[in-house]
T-cell receptor, first 110, second 116 residues
Framework: EDKVVQSPLSLVVHEGDTVTLNCSYEVTNFRSLLWYKQEKKAPTFLFMLTSSGIEKKSGRLSSILDKKELFSILNITATQTGDSAVYLCAVGVRTDKLIFGTGTRLQVFP | DTEVTQTPKHLVMGMTNKKSLKCEQHMGHRAMYWYKQKAKKPPELMFVYSYEKLSINESVPSRFSPECPNSSLLNLHLHALQPEDSALYLC???????????????FGPGTRLLVL
């Protein structure tokens, strides 16, 4: 059975801290790994990763994939209160199917 | 523009009611999805339409009935729901280019449904 596991389940930090969120997976047909940020409603797309070792960056967020060890990390540097959200990792196993992890709930306090 | 719209934003219905959720995208995406999300859980896939044809039904009860009138619209018809069906219903769309890496799904804001 395809599985995506995220850790930690929740994280509480202060503004300015750096955090690392983890996503490991076991799937039969890996196509891509995606990160989403979900605040109150819709998950918003952050990154899609398909190749090992290539870091994707967007401002203070960055992510990298290791297809040999079957995991990805999402780093957020200099966290702000606006980063508070649930971060979802999803693995694409076919062009029209994503397997979601349970998410990491991040709370950033001033 | 990566916008997916959903209406209504909130819906309260009784167990004998019939209602519909609507989703629209104008990005030319050829795959559209319905997800159900309970509190503090990840989205669970319900249905996938690819090129206006139902391609995945994740064993969803028949009280949920999807419809794809055209490539931009996706409906979810609800009838005789149970209180445990209360959840956030998310619509998403993607490009669905076979062989490419265009499976990034873009989500709408969701409809928060309460069944009494």
């Amino acid at each position: 059975e395809d599985k995506v596991v995220q850790s930690p389940l929740s994280l509480v930090v202060h503004e300015g801290d750096t955090v690392t969120l983890n996503c490991s997976y076991e799937v039969t047909n890996f196509r891509s790994l995606l990160w989403y940020k979900q605040e109150k409603k819709a998950p918003t797309f952050l990154f899609m990763l398909t190749s090992s070792g290539i870091e994707k960056k967007s401002g203070r967020l960055s992510s990298i994939l290791d297809k040999k060890e079957l995991f990805s990390i999402l780093n957020i540097t200099a966290t702000q209160t606006g980063d508070s959200a649930v971060y979802l990792c999803a693995v694409g196993v076919r062009t029209d199917k994503l397997i979601f992890g349970t998410g990491t709930r991040l709370q950033v306090f001033p | 523009d990566t916008e997916v719209t959903q209406t209504p934003k909130h819906l309260v219905m009784g167990m004998t009611n019939k209602k519909s959720l609507k989703c629209e995208q104008h990005m030319g995406h050829r795959a559209m999805y319905w997800y159900k999300q309970k509190a503090k859980k990840p989205p669970e896939l319900m249905f996938v339409y690819s090129y206006e044809k139902l391609s995945i039904n994740e064993s969803v009860p028949s009280r949920f009935s999807p419809e794809c009138p055209n490539s931009s619209l996706l409906n979810l018809h609800l009838h005789a729901l149970q209180p445990e069906d209360s959840a956030l219903y998310l619509c998403a769309s993607s490009q669905d280019r076979t062989g490419g890496s265009e499976e990034t799904q873009y989500f709408g804001p969701g409809t928060r449904l309460l069944v009494l």
